[in-house]
């Protein structure tokens, strides 16, 4: 959440950093364990999984350890868009420490293949 009541009037709007609960090497190992999970679930018409093709907009993590994941589809008619955050939701709830795990479906911004990494270009043979 932004809290933007402290800014002084004709000052620019920046918000508080966040500041968790959970200490900061188990936040990263939560979040380095949330991405290898993602990795680990495959868009089935393309051979790249989908952290690296740029399907996930945000991962939060609160305090109590639950975390929401936003993610998109390449194509809003995407075949599997009632499973794929499904898949989604049990890779990230084996992760070891995660609480509950909320699957968002959002589509804006729309998905392009400028989201996708260097990896997933490589793979795609996408230059």
């Given at each position: 959440m932004n809290d933007l009541t402290n800014t002084q009037p004709?000052?620019?709007?920046e918000p508080p950093a966040a500041v968790s609960a959970i200490p900061q090497e188990e936040l990263d190992r939560l979040t380095d364990d949330i991405i290898g999970a993602l990795k680990s679930v495959y868009d089935p018409e393309i051979p790249v999984d989908i952290f690296e093709l740029g399907l996930i907009y945000r991962i939060d993590v609160d305090d109590d350890r639950n975390v929401t994941v936003d993610m998109t589809l390449t194509a809003p008619g995407c075949p599997?868009?009632?499973?794929?955050?499904i898949w989604v939701e049990n890779a990230v709830s084996a992760v070891n420490g995660v609480g509950t795990v909320k699957v968002e479906m959002v589509f804006d911004p729309p998905w392009d293949p400028s989201r996708m990494s260097d990896e997933a270009r490589v793979a795609l043979d996408f230059w």
């Open positions: 004709g000052s620019a709007a599997v868009a009632g499973e794929m955050p």
